[in-house]
């Protein structure tokens, strides 16, 4: 598809807060002069909020707002109904699985935005997910149902490492991450803290 020409930016929305997403938004609001829109006030320049269940409509595209909260607290989705495609943020990615972004991402909230992604690729007929990071994902339904199983097994497998004598989110990850690269287990740590917060929260001993 070709650009028009004429065209102009009205509206930029944030799927969320963190840095390689909003850092700069107030930047780009007075190249643009468009306000900057986001669930956090922290985050908005010139706009609005967003919150689920909101409707933007702009030259004959309509885009509804869908809270998917778990990877961040303030993670937005948005759904393009006359395209079938649902823009991600970090909800879901290209390649790979999201990080839970402890203590701002929750576990719990997380799994429930996957099940309601997973209920809106079929109510609304998905054809594609577009991740904020990675390639376009054809068959929603089966990455998300992927990416729901991914969490449960890895919630088995916190389960199994704390009863043979795991104490810390570091041991935990020596044992369940011991396959991935080093250099990701930082961000593994995270998910970790909310898988035991979990575990904690949901289950008794």
Known sequence: MVADKG??????LLTHGHA?????GRHFADLTGAPVR???PAHRHGGEGLTDGDVI?????RLEVVGTPGHTADSLSFLLPGSRALLTG?????RGT???????GRLDAYLNSLERLGEL?????????LPGHGPVLEQPGLVVDGYLAHRRQRLDQVRSAVRAGARTPHDVVEVVYADVDRALWPAAELSVRAQLTYLDTHETA
């Open 98 to 104: 999201t990080v839970v972004a402890y203590p701002d």
């Open 90 to 94: 970090d909800t879901v990615l290209g």
């Open 38 to 40: 986001a669930l956090d």
């Open 20 to 24: 390689d997403h909003s850092e700069a």
């Open 7 to 12: 065209a102009r930016v009205v509206q930029t």
């Open 121 to 129: 690729t079929g109510s609304a007929g998905l054809h594609r997910l």
């Open 57 to 61: 409509e702009v030259d004959g595209l």
